[in-house]
Each structure stands twice: as structure tokens, then as C-alpha cells.
């Protein structure tokens, strides 16, 4: 079984590289880590180096479509104890949530706070975890809602926020991961299609560049608010519009579109105004975190019939049109039989940030407080210096008449 794990690894140095300098220092000497991550082969190396650092770990996935039984089979012949299986039912995947919250953690790893939430609730009011690495935008936004309300009971590291991540994880890694996910369900072409995608976010951006590349005609739809990082939907529609793509309203997006694409972290941005809208033969496609962009409930609810074509894809009959929609809504670049997750040396980037992120959560919970807070920048740098260097690339510095110049 090892072998399958060959070509992961080798494919992580930067990880590798991080691992060799815990695995001397076993920096998580007995510490119990939980983690909460799509469990799938990248996550099997970042458990594989929480092991080699002395960590005792338990793992669940953050979402019932995402795991992979031989990550899981593997993860467990490392010693991990393992709380996930692939096609968990809803109703499993909160059992084995409430499993690794019994473990008296030390410190988690989290995709998209479902773990960090139920932390909160009242049943574990008692556990003594000292923090948790949050990975994606939606947990963020979910462990800022806990600070602002005073309830949040440990420090959060936004590992999403880190530039060495949420710069290629979300824009490369789910541009590339999501489009291949719907070339492998679909068996269809992106060239030529009409495409909407929802949010012209961190992902989004990533989406409309590579459909571009493959071809597609690119809608983008936005919207009128500032995100959590200060940056308004205006600018990103004038952005949207400066790298050549049409930026339109959600109503015309959906009558033109071939593919609906939304990764808005929002809820129910493709709803009842939308489908009425659509043409027959549309596929709607999510790369948002939950399941909750496209409306399912309503078309569940309003569908004269469903079918289920595929394990990944699923036709409503609403008002005569067909809609399908693919991987029931849930993460279309993870989800199985066919999402794969982001390229290995994404996730060797963002995987290292997540290690060194709960070393530094580990040997500073003393100091930490309780809020969300930022990756040192120091691990942030380091990770992105050290993936150059693992991949033959050089950079200047500035010499001190330039930085004299600068005023740095
Ligand atoms: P972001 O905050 O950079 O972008 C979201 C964009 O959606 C913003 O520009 C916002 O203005 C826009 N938006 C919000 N509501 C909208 C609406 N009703 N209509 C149109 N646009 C709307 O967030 P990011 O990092 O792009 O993440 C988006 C989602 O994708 C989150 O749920 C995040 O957790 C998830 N994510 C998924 C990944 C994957 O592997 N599929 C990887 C990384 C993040």
C-alpha cells in the first residue's frame, strides 16, 4: 500500500523538508492532534509528518463525500486513529465529528470549523484544547463570528489567510481541481461552453482563468459588499471585466449558461429566480466549501422527477427542464469517485504552512490569545523561500543603496 504514497511524497519536498527538521525535535512529542481535512492522499502526508513530530492523531474527513479509503487504510497503519470512510451518510459524519471531539484534544486542524464549532456546544465545554489551524475562507469567516460574539474558546490560526496559501491553494489549485472534476464526471468539453462563475473571489479567479485557457466563454457574477479581507465585489467585477470576461447579472448569467460554477462561500446563490431562468440541459457545479450555494432543498422540494445518472451526477426535472447537478452540490474538485483535490505541490505548500502553524500553536499556547489569529509571517516567508529553492528558482535582494532608496 506504501507505493501508492510514493509519488504523493515525492511530490511534497517542501513538507519533507519540515518534517525531517520535527521528526529530530519531535516537537508533538504525545501530543493528541486531531485532524478535520478532505481525507485524501495529501492529507495522509501531513498526518504521516504529525506522526514522525511525535503527534498522536485522530482523523475524521470535513466532508462526507471526501474521503479516500486508502488514505484512511493507510493513515491508520501509521498509527492514526481513523473516524471516516469513503461515502459516510450525513448522519456518520457527525458521529465521527462527536468521536474526535471526546479525545481530550491537544490542538486540531480544521476545513471549514465544523470540528472548532462543536467545540463550542455545550458537551465539550470541558476539554482543554489549547488551539486549531483553520484551512479554508468559510471556517475562517465561521471562527471570526465566534470572536465577534465573545465565544471563541481558543486561539484560531487562519491558515487560509497565509499569502503562501490562499494565493495558489484557492486560485490555482481550485481552478485547476474543480474544472478536472467536471471533465471526469461529465466525460464532456468545456470548449465553447458558456460558463457562470459565482464569486469572483480568491477560487473564482482561478476558475475563469483556466476555463478561459480551456476555451470556455467566461460570465462572471459578483456582487455588490465587502469581503472579510476589506476588498469590495466592485472592484472584483472591474477586475473580472479588465481580464477580458463578460460580468453580468445572476438572472442573465443563468439563461446564457452551459456550466454554473459558484465559489461565493455563501448561501444559496443559484435559488428558485435562478433555475427559472436556466435553460434546459445545464449543469450546476459547486466549489464553494458547504453544500448550501445551490438551492438543493427548493429543487428537491419543486422537482417534478430526480435521477440519479452517475454517482456524480443527478438530474432534476424542474418546469420541464432538465438541470443537472453535479456531486450533489458538495465540493465538485474533492467529492468522489472523481475529485482528486488540489495538485500535489499546492497542498505541498499548503500543508506545510498547516504543519509549522500547529507547531508554533503548540509551543506558544501560553502566550496565544483567544481570537483569530494571522500565520507568522516568518512561516509564511519561510514556506514560500523554501519551495523556490526546492524548485531551482532564485530571487534578488535588494542591495542597502536600494533599500535606502525604498526607505525599507
Ligand atoms: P473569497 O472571499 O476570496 O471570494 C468569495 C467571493 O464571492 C467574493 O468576491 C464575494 O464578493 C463573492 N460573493 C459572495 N456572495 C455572492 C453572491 N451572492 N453572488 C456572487 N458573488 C458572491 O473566498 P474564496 O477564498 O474564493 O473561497 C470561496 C469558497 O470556496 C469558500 O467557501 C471557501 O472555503 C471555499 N474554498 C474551496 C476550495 C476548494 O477546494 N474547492 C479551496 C479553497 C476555498
Redesign the pocket.
Known amino acids: 500500500m506504501r507505493e501508492i504514497f510514493y509519488w504523493t511524497n515525492e511530490h511534497m519536498p517542501v513538507l519533507n523538508y519540515y518534517k525531517k527538521q520535527a521528526q529530530k525535535e519531535k516537537f508533538l512529542k504525545n501530543k493528541k492532534i486531531g485532524v478535520v481535512l478532505h481525507l485524501e492522499k495529501k492529507t495522509a502526508m501531513l498526518v504521516q509528518a504529525l506522526i514522525e513530530a511525535g503527534a498522536n492523531v485522530y482523523c475524521a474527513s470535513c466532508n462526507p463525500l471526501t474521503t479516500d479509503n486508502k488514505a484512511a487504510q493507510y493513515v491508520k497503519s501509521l498509527g492514526a486513529k481513523v473516524y471516516a470512510k469513503e461515502f459516510e451518510t450525513e448522519k456518520e459524519y457527525y458521529e465521527y465529528l462527536n468521536e474526535i471531539a471526546k479525545k481530550d484534544l491537544d490542538a486540531i486542524i480544521d476545513d471549514?470549523a465544523d470540528l472548532i464549532q462543536l467545540l463550542h456546544e455545550k458537551d465539550y465545554f470541558d476539554n482543554k484544547v489549547y488551539g486549531a489551524c483553520e484551512e479554508?475562507?468559510?471556517?475562517i469567516l465561521r471562527a471570526k463570528k465566534l470572536e465577534s460574539q465573545n465565544k471563541l474558546r481558543f486561539p484560531v490560526i487562519a491558515v487560509?489567510n497565509a499569502h503562501s496559501k490562499?494565493m495558489f491553494?484557492?486560485v490555482y489549485?481550485?481552478g485547476e481541481?474543480?474544472l478536472l472534476g467536471f471533465l471526469n464526471a461529465t466525460n464532456l468539453t468545456l470548449s465553447g461552453k458558456n460558463v457562470a462563475v459565482?464569486?469572483?473571489?480568491?477560487?473564482?479567479?482561478g476558475l475563469a482563468k483556466k476555463l478561459k485557457g480551456l476555451g470556455a466563454k467566461v460570465f462572471v457574477?459578483?456582487?455588490n459588499?465587502k469581503?472579510?479581507?476589506g476588498?469590495h465585489?466592485i472592484h472584483?467585477a472591474l477586475e473580472a471585466y479588465f481580464e477580458g470576461y463578460f460580468v453580468i447579472d445572476?438572472i442573465e448569467a443563468c439563461r446564457n449558461a452551459d456550466l454554473i460554477i459558484t465559489?461565493?462561500?455563501?448561501t444559496k446563490?443559484v435559488s428558485k429566480k435562478h433555475f427559472d431562468a436556466m435553460k434546459s440541459g445545464v449543469i450546476l457545479a459547486n466549489?464553494?466549501?458547504?453544500n448550501v450555494e445551490i438551492d438543493l432543498e427548493f429543487l428537491e422540494r419543486n422537482s417534478s422527477s430526480k435521477k440519479e445518472i452517475t454517482e456524480s451526477i443527478t438530474e432534476y426535472v424542474y418546469k420541464n427542464k432538465k438541470i443537472y447537478v453535479l456531486a450533489h452540490g458538495r465540493?465538485?474538485?474533492?467529492a468522489k469517485p472523481h475529485g482528486q483535490?488540489?495538485a500535489i505541490e499546492i497542498m505541498d505548500l499548503s500543508f506545510s504552512i498547516q504543519f509549522l502553524s500547529l507547531i508554533y500553536l503548540i509551543k506558544n499556547n501560553q502566550s496565544l490569545k483567544n481570537k483569530v489569529i494571522p500565520v507568522p509571517e516568518e512561516i509564511d516567508v519561510n514556506v514560500a523561500k523554501k519551495f523556490l529553492e526546492l524548485h531551482d528558482c532564485k530571487i534578488e535582494e535588494l542591495t542597502e543603496e536600494q533599500k535606502d532608496y525604498l526607505n525599507f
Open positions: 471549514g479554508t475562507t468559510t471556517g487560509n490562499r491553494d484557492n489549485g481550485t481541481s474543480a459565482f464569486g469572483y473571489g480568491h477560487c473564482g479567479k457574477v459578483e456582487v459588499h469581503d472579510s479581507f476588498y465585489g472584483k445572476s465559489a461565493t462561500g455563501n446563490v466549489a464553494g466549501h458547504f465540493l465538485v474538485n474533492l483535490g488540489h
